[in-house]
Nanobody, 123 residues
Framework: QVQLVESGGGLVQAGDSLRLSCTAS????????MGWFRQAPGKEREFVAT????????YYADSVKGRFTISRDNAKNTVYLQMNSLRPEDTAVYYC????????????????WGQGTQVTVSS
C-alpha cells in the first residue's frame, strides 16, 4: 500500500512558476513509476508527465513539454513537478500517481493516487 500526499499548489499569474511535490509513504517508493495528471472543471483527467523508477526516463504531454519538468528523489520518497511559464489553461487539480513497473501515460494503469492539489493560473 502506498499513500501519496501532494503539496505546492496555489494561485499564480500567467508566466509564473510553481513546484508541486508528492511524498509517498512506505519504503518501496523506488519500485514505482510515478506520474502527474491533472483535471480541469468539466474535463477528463489527463496525463501530464511520468518518470521511471530510477528517474532516468521521463515523458511529457505535448501541452507541457518544454515548460514542465518531472523529477524524483528516491531518498526522500518524493516526486516533483516544476511548472514554468504557466498559462491559464494549466488551471486544474493536479494529482500524483504511482504504478508498480514501468512508466505509462494511461491513468487507468496507475495503482495509487493522491488527493490532488489545486493550481489556478490567472491571466
Amino acid at each position: 500500500q502506498v499513500q501519496l500526499v501532494e503539496s505546492g499548489g496555489g494561485l499564480v499569474q500567467a508566466g509564473d512558476s510553481l513546484r508541486l511535490s508528492c511524498t509517498a509513504s512506505g519504503r518501496t517508493f523506488s519500485s514505482y513509476a510515478m506520474g502527474w495528471f491533472r483535471q480541469a472543471p468539466g474535463k477528463e483527467r489527463e496525463f501530464v508527465a511520468t518518470i521511471s523508477r530510477p528517474g532516468s526516463s521521463t515523458y511529457y504531454a505535448d501541452s507541457v513539454k518544454g515548460r514542465f519538468t518531472i523529477s524524483r528523489d528516491n531518498a526522500k520518497n518524493t516526486v516533483y513537478l516544476q511548472m514554468n511559464s504557466l498559462r491559464p489553461e494549466d488551471t486544474a487539480v493536479y494529482y500524483c500517481a504511482a504504478r508498480a513497473g514501468t512508466t505509462r501515460q494511461a491513468a487507468e494503469s496507475y495503482d495509487y493516487w493522491g488527493q490532488g492539489t489545486q493550481v489556478t493560473v490567472s491571466s
